[in-house]
């Protein structure tokens, strides 16, 4: 089994999907094809590196 890579653009869809688009994490990995680990980590990154952005 291995790992697939994952470009800066895919990781930017998925992260997309759930914060502008409002999906919840199983339904951005449904459309995705990512994990739910990955991707609630993507999205916690994400939202930790934009604190108090608007």
């Known amino acids: 089994m291995g790992f697939?890579?994952?470009t800066a653009e895919e990781?930017?869809?998925a992260i997309?999907?759930?914060v502008e688009m409002n999906y919840l994490?199983?339904?951005?990995c449904e459309?995705?094809?990512?994990g739910p680990t990955?991707?609630?980590r993507w999205v916690a990154r994400?939202?930790?590196e934009h604190e108090?952005?608007?």
């Open 4 to 6: 697939r890579v994952v």
């Open 11 to 13: 990781k930017a869809e």
């Open 16 to 18: 997309r999907l759930v």
């Open 25 to 28: 994490v199983p339904k951005g």
């Open 31 to 34: 459309q995705t094809g990512f």
């Open 38 to 40: 990955a991707l609630c």
């Open 46 to 48: 994400w939202r930790k």
């Open 52 to 54: 108090g952005a608007s």
